[in-house]
Antibody
Framework: EVQLVESGGGLVQSGRSLRLSCTASGFTFGDYAMNWFRQAPGKGLEWVGFIRSRAFGGTTEYAATVKGRFTISRDDSKGIAYLQMNSLKTEDTAVYYC????????????????WGQGTTVTVSS | DIQMTQSPSSLSASVGDRVTITCRASQAITNDLGWYQQKPGKAPKRLIYAASSLQSGVPSRFSGSGSGTEFTLTISSLQPEDFATYYCLQHNSYPWTFGQGTKVEIK
């Protein structure tokens, strides 16, 4: 079964760090770009950033709201994408989702088709 | 950044009604758009990709159309399980951006 599972969320104080993991199964993880999205309580969805597959350079892009504070990385041997969140702010409180994007390798049919169940991050002041 | 203007923000409809939701992009995005359904406490679920292609396993009452800057999601006959919030997502140029969402409620 194709699946993504996020983990690592929790309660953290403002200014501290947290690392989220997104563990993939059921597909060739290394063929896909991996994205992180988030959703603040009662709000809409927001893109956080992504990491390209190795075939496309493994480079990253970030939303302006997190650039310089968040870092996305990947371990293709383990099938895991990471979201390292530093200097957390109360406005980073959200459910964080990971999703795959295979449009670079497989075409648009594999763009954001599979999502994890999400992990909750709460940043207190 | 590309702005996605989604309308309406909410609607009330009855089972069996035809429902149309629109997203307008601030600049052309070819067909790099998907539609997602989200129920409370759940992850988004992709319904439509490449503006008009139906995700495998999604009922055929859902359809998408459009290209460039104007896109629509249509539910031909609303069913009880369709009451949810719907979002469009553009992935033509980053930052990827969502519409504000449309909450579909029971009339």
């Amino acid at each position: 079964e194709v699946q993504l599972v996020e983990s690592g969320g929790g309660l953290v104080q403002s200014g501290r760090s947290l690392r989220l993991s997104c563990t993939a199964s059921g597909f060739t993880f290394g063929d896909y770009a991996m994205n992180w999205f988030r959703q603040a309580p009662g709000k809409g969805l927001e893109w956080v950033g992504f990491i390209r597959s190795r075939a496309f350079g493994g480079t990253t892009e970030y939303a302006a709201t997190v650039k310089g504070r968040f870092t996305i990385s990947r371990d293709d041997s383990k099938g895991i994408a990471y979201l390292q969140m530093n200097s957390l702010k109360t406005e980073d409180t959200a459910v964080y989702y990971c999703t795959r994007d295979g449009s670079g390798s497989y075409g648009k049919g594999r763009a954001f088709d599979i999502w994890g169940q999400g992990t909750t991050v709460t940043v207190s002041s | 950044d590309i702005q996605m203007t989604q309308s309406p923000s909410s609607l009330s409809a009855s089972v069996g009604d035809r429902v149309t939701i629109t997203c307008r992009a601030s600049q052309a995005i070819t067909n790099d758009l998907g539609w997602y359904q989200q129920k409370p406490g759940k992850a988004p679920k992709r319904l439509i990709y490449a503006a008009s292609s139906l995700q495998s396993g999604v009922p055929s009452r859902f359809s998408g159309s459009g290209s460039g800057t104007e896109f629509t999601l249509t539910i031909s006959s609303l069913q009880p399980e369709d009451f949810a919030t719907y979002y469009c997502l553009q992935h033509n140029s980053y930052p990827w951006t969502f519409g504000q969402g449309t909450k579909v409620e029971i009339k």
